[in-house]
């Protein structure tokens, strides 16, 4: 009784001590952002000291200082390293490259990923159909079967389900994203919902056999677990992110992979990511536009996204079905290889044409592209789908208010007819050899040939692949265009509203241009107003930059595994994670209220206490033994120290009088071990446990109190 009334006692105190955090923070960032509108006038008048001007650089072109970052600037010259950033082909990033070899399916092609690590649901249903499954694992699939049939498990006529399918990817390989649970102090000991769940679907023997078997099979096969793709890909954008010398192009790489975003889970797509970064998104994160665009306009993952792999001419000299036997798609319907896994027998055409009906009606009933679904009388004709062309102007070129129609949309969904993958689904089971597998190509087959006009401007019949590059030309050349990529530059650098002479400004660097997005961003980094007083900390931090800002100004260590990356999802913003194609919102109204202060809160004190596994901080370098010690502290001496090396002691009197506040008041006392604590989290599943061990907890719970608020206060989680 007296160990559960202290755990009942310690849980209402951790509590009460992340709500008096919470509204700490809350309370602050309301102040902050009225201080901030009130005192513009005065600001006006002022001037960036040369530090400001410093870390407000290393904050908008990258990810936040390091230690030892702003001397390193000051000594270069605050001209001079912009222009070292906008150059980044020239920088040394030795140390990133080298983290990054640890991250194989980087370097792989579509084809390569879809045949390495293939949903295992998706293996068996084929191998199901052509015969080829393993007596005993067949054997198992027809007691699933059964079960199926008596509405017990999967559904009729699967081999598998989605459920048993993420439940065999967790236990194959790294824990997926969404399976990992990180977990603020006043949380550590609450039972995981899912994992009791997992658990108790582990119990079942029939089950368990089931992914026991489908494992072995993979392995057999030199088969792996798929969720290692996106896996990788989520590392590796933390680790750019914290390590590398090349900031901007980071920054720029988030920016644009948020302007042309793509949905991990919408069906290939996540195996098309990777080479979506590394190829399309990357290479011209800082070149020009009209380059950028077509890249995107021809990447496999924004096809598949948006759905022009399926867009045909209603006069297409080929039928649908004929098609999609040719380039396998979606359904994963193709000719198989004879002999071995991967040989059996052709799929009939009537299996494939219930399938390519069965994907119709879904895809009408749910909506294109994670969007609501159309009245009838709007449903595009069978053959030409809209959504690329829709998006393409509202979102990548002219804006919603770009001065285009519904005509216009009509006409470049025509020019665009034809632009497809080849295998979306990939070789696979057909032929793994196939390096084509997964990339684009024109099928002119598909195109519909004739005279089109968009904006104005006709283009010819007969110009085949030439019809869609004509119609990139004719939107990079709009003025709407411009003032869009303009407005959403300077929202992104500047302010969250930035004043319209700025924009018209940077507007007329990209047109003069042609679209080369140095020049652009030069016109940006030039401005009066990015060098404002006014635009210092204007901008809030996503959770994505709030927590690699806070690894970095740490000296923190990170490996990027899946506990940080969840705690980004928790806090908001999971990595390519966004359904809608409008990307992540990138105004402060969208990430600022109570639920999303309390979550970063937790990250705060997570992070310094190393309780997130893979990422480890050192306190002892900003305040010495204190950080290991049980003694008390001197508070205002930690303080200012913290504040010195996090925020470059430029804090608010009003920042810093809350926070001494809250330091002092009792009610608030650090969180300190019990003696049973250790019995307890032997009791927890491995994961949980390691979870909660990883890299130990700071010696000085206080301490480790402190550095969480200042990384809490609203200097460090605006911009």
């Known amino acids: ?151 017990q498990q999967a559904q009729p006529g699967q081999p598998g389900n989605a459920q048993d399918d993420k439940a065999m990817q967790d236990k194959a390989g790294p824990p997926s994203v969404d399976a990992e649970r990180i977990v603020g102090e006043a949380q550590n000991a609450q039972v995981n919902p899912q994992a009791a769940k997992q658990q108790a679907q582990d119990a079942d023997p029939q089950r368990r056999a089931y992914r026991q078997a489908v494992m072995e099979f993979m392995r057999a096969n030199g088969l792996q677990n798929p969720q290692r793709v996106m896996g990788e890909l989520d590392s590796s954008r933390v680790l750019r992110a914290v390590y590398s010398e090349r900031q901007l192009q980071e920054v720029m790489v988030n920016f644009w992979e948020n302007h042309f975003n793509i949905y991990a889970q919408k069906g290939a797509d996540r195996w098309f990511l990777t080479s979506y970064d590394r190829d399309v998104i990357r290479p011209n994160a800082l070149g020009n536009f009209r380059d950028l665009l077509e890249a995107t306009a021809k990447s496999p993952a924004m096809l598949f996204y948006l759905d022009n792999f399926q867009s045909m001419s209603p006069n297409a000299q080929m039928n649908r079905a004929q098609f999609r036997r040719q380039m396998n798609d979606a359904a994963g319907v193709g000719p198989m290889r004879p002999g071995g896994l991967f040989g059996g027998a052709r799929m009939r055409d009537g299996e494939a044409r219930a399938r390519q009906q069965a994907e119709m009606a879904r895809r009408q009933q749910q909506g294109q592209a994670g969007q609501p679904p159309r009245p009838p009388q709007q449903r595009p004709k069978r053959g030409i789908n809209e959504n690329y062309a829709r998006e393409l102007m509202e979102l990548h070129t002219m804006g919603v208010d770009g001065g285009y129609t519904q005509r216009d949309v009509q006409e470049v969904a025509r020019a665009f007819t034809g632009w497809t993958i080849y295998q979306p689904r990939g070789a696979g089971i057909y032929d793994t050899d196939d390096e084509r597998a997964g990339t684009f190509v024109f099928n002119p087959r598909m195109h519909d040939d004739g005279e089109k006009t968009v904006l104005g401007q006709k283009i010819p019949s007969g110009g085949g692949v030439a019809d869609g590059e004509r119609v990139l030309d004719i939107l990079v050349a709009n003025p709407s265009t411009a003032k869009f990529i303009a407005t959403k530059l300077c929202r992104y650098f500047v302010t969250d509203n930035p004043s319209p002479a700025l924009v018209s400004r940077v507007a007329d660097a990209f047109h003069k241009s042609n679209g080369d997005i140095k020049t652009t961003l030069r016109a940006v980094f030039s401005s009066p107003e990015f060098n404002s007083p006014e635009a210092r900390r204007a901008k809030i931090k996503t959770p994505f930059e709030l927590a690699v800002s806070a690894v970095r100004t740490l000296g923190a260590d990170t490996d990027a595994r899946p506990a940080l990356i969840q705690w980004i999802a928790k806090m908001g913003e999971p990595l390519y994670g966004y359904i809608a194609p409008t990307g992540y919102p990138d105004t402060a109204d969208y990430w600022v209220n109570t639920g999303a202060l309390l979550e970063r809160l937790n990250f705060s004190l997570a992070l310094v206490s190393n309780r997130i596994p893979g990422t480890r901080v050192d306190l002892t370098r900003f305040v010495g033994d204190e950080a290991d010690s049980s003694r008390a502290v001197d508070q205002k001496t930690v303080v200012d120290r913290f504040l010195d090396a996090i925020l470059q002691g430029d804090v608010s009197p009003r920042s810093r009088e809350v926070l001494m506040k809250q330091l002092t008041d009792q009610s608030n006392a650090p969180i300190t071990a019990t003696p049973d604590q250790a019995a307890r989290e032997k009791t927890l599943p491995a994961a949980r446990r390691e979870q909660t061990q990883a890299g130990g907890t700071v010696g000085n719970p206080e301490v480790a109190r402190i550095a969480a608020l200042v990384i809490g206060s609203p200097e460090f989680q605006r911009q």
């Open 1 to 151: 009784m007296n160990a559960l009334s202290s755990a009942r006692r310690r849980a209402a105190r951790a509590l009460a001590t992340f709500g008096a955090l919470a509204l700490f923070t809350n309370s602050i960032f309301v102040a902050g952002v009225a201080a901030q509108v009130s005192s513009a006038k005065q600001a006006a008048a002022q001037k960036l000291t040369e530090e400001q001007r410093i870390v407000h650089v290393l904050n908008r072109l990258g990810f936040g200082a390091r230690p030892g970052d702003v001397e390193r600037v000051r000594r270069v010259g605050l001209q001079n390293y912009i222009e070292q950033q906008l150059n980044p082909s020239k920088i040394d990033d030795s140390v990133l490259e080298a983290k990054l070899k640890n991250l194989p399916t980087l370097q792989m092609s579509n084809g390569e990923l879809l045949a390495k690590y293939p949903q295992p649901a998706q293996i068996l249903r084929r191998l199901q159909r052509a015969g080829q499954l393993p007596p005993d694992l067949a054997a198992l699939v027809q007691q699933r079967a059964s079960a199926q049939a008596q509405g």
